[in-house]
């Protein structure tokens, strides 16, 4: 069976760093793009950071920009999520996802990925 597992999620104080990772397990993720989604508590999810299956292109959305940096490691079968300059308002469950969309695509629709992971919890507090 084929799982996409999240993994670093913590409390961090504000100004901290986090790296989320998330692995593939049973299948590769190289022909597959990859993003990160969040959602904190009565919000709709929303997509965060994505990265072509090429690895060429990222995207990211406009309140990370600059603090959030997306990366993958196709022989570790995983892709990451660095995080700094963390804020209040980055608290929530943070997903990844697997879209098939095609090798330069980088969207950060819900509805554009085919595959999610079950989510890590960040907490931003002091």
């Known amino acids: 069976q084929w799982q996409l597992v999240e993994s670093g999620g913590a409390l961090v104080q504000p100004g901290g760093s986090l790296r989320l990772s998330c692995t593939g397990s049973?299948?590769?993720?190289?022909?597959?793009?990859l993003g990160w989604f969040r959602q904190a508590p009565g919000k709709e999810r929303e997509g965060v950071s994505s990265?072509?299956?090429?690895?060429?292109?990222?995207n990211y959305a406009d309140s990370v920009k600059g603090r959030f940096t997306i990366s993958r490691d196709n022989a570790k079968n995983t892709v990451y999520l660095q995080m700094n300059s963390l804020k209040a308002e980055d608290t929530a469950v943070y997903y990844c996802a697997a879209s098939l969309s095609p090798v330069w695509a980088t969207p950060l629709e819900a509805e554009k990925y085919d595959y999610w992971g079950q989510g890590t919890q960040v907490t931003v507090s002091s």
């Open positions: 049973g299948r590769t993720l190289e022909h597959y793009g």
């Open positions: 990265i072509s299956s090429s690895g060429d292109n990222t």
